[in-house]
């Protein structure tokens, strides 16, 4: 099936700080099943864009191959993009970032692409502190090969036909802990409220930021006995803490009321309400992230939220002091050392 552009009728509609609306943010109509998760999620991130005032052109999607890899063709098209080789797409967000770092590089990636044969290129990314949001469309299964379990797919789980999954799943979320991620979240393709901050947020964040989607596959993984379709994940699924993300401005001070609920005028004139919860989990320690995964849920809840943030450690371009100007700006009269260059440069290897 080709895709086809989505027409553009967006004179009602409102506009952001840059002037354009939420259509101006789209891409083609969506080839993938009705009802198919990483739709949901391709709206989250068409939003999340949108309510920031990003301009389209200043992001550089990356995908693999898989289901999940086509989402990149159904938002923003009018950004630089690229569908890589199976499992290989963090390799091209890294060379791509590490020629100019100016742009917003969205990785979007599923449960097969990042856990099977691309986990070495996941892993490597992370321990890279690569400035990009890595988006894992996770459904539990390979949906382009009909159906069978990927490495995420959680013991107990069963296929249509009744066949129960017997391997241990890999859970992206803690090896992203453990290689030293600074931003580790997980959602639900069916929570947008929640999912949208936290797009919002890892965008924001400098460094390389995750986020695990549980996104059910209609056609093959959202029957009675998986652990990831829409049934078992609405039934389940327990934001640790309450998500939301305010653009950097001028600091608004307000004190929680002894209901631990707290009222506040944002920049714009609209209101927000926060309410604490879950006040012992704090997203900072890192030991009660891993322990919080690691810890089978008495009650079977799938944890949601920002799991883990650090602000503190240096992206790919502090840790290499690459220049804060772009490699591609550069002149071929400036990369090139000449031959004498050259030479004193390969005696230090002598």
Not at 292 to 306: A, V
Request: hydrophobic share 35%.
């Amino acid at each position: 099936m080709t895709s086809m552009p989505k027409p553009k009728l967006d004179k009602h509609l409102p506009r952001n700080k840059l002037g354009l609306t939420i259509r101006n943010y789209e891409g083609v109509m969506s080839t993938l099943c009705a009802g198919c998760g990483h739709d949901s999620v391709t709206a989250s991130l068409v939003q999340a864009f949108w309510e920031l005032g990003l301009a389209p052109e200043s992001a550089a999607k990356v995908s693999g191959i898989g289901c999940s890899s086509k989402t990149t063709a159904y938002f923003m098209g009018q950004s630089h993009g690229i569908n890589t080789v199976h499992g290989r797409m963090p390799s091209v967000a890294t060379g791509a970032n590490a020629v100019n770092g100016d742009l917003h590089y969205i990785g979007i990636s599923g449960d097969g692409d990042s856990l099977s044969i691309g986990f070495g290129q996941f892993a490597h990314a992370i321990r890279r502190n690569l400035n990009m949001l890595y988006v894992i469309e996770n459904n539990g299964v390979y949906g382009l090969t009909k159906g069978q379990f990927s490495a995420s797919a959680d013991v107990g789980s069963t296929t249509k036909k009744g066949i129960a999954n017997e391997q241990t799943p890999i859970d992206p979320c803690v090896q992203a802990l453990t290689l030293g991620a600074g931003f580790v979240a997980r959602g639900f393709s069916g929570d947008k409220a929640q999912l949208v901050p936290l797009i919002k947020a890892a965008l924001m964040h400098k460094g390389f930021a995750l986020i695990d989607v549980i996104s059910p596959c209609v056609t093959f993984n959202d029957h009675k006995g998986s652990t990831k379709s829409y049934a078992h994940t609405y039934k389940y699924y327990h934001p640790l803490i309450h998500t939301d993300f305010v653009a950097e401005a001028d600091a608004i001070i307000g004190e929680h009321d002894e209901d631990g609920a707290l009222e506040v005028t944002l920049h714009d004139g609209g209101q927000l309400k926060f309410k604490q919860t879950d006040a012992g989990y704090d997203p900072r320690d890192k030991a009660q992230a891993v322990e919080t995964l690691m810890t089978p849920s008495s009650n079977g809840e799938i944890r949601t939220g920002l799991l883990y943030l650090n602000e503190d450690s240096p992206d790919m371009h502090g840790s290499n002091q690459l220049p804060a100007r772009p490699l591609n700006q550069f002149a071929h009269e400036e990369l090139c050392p000449g031959s004498a260059g050259l030479e004193k440069l390969l005696r230090r290897y002598g």
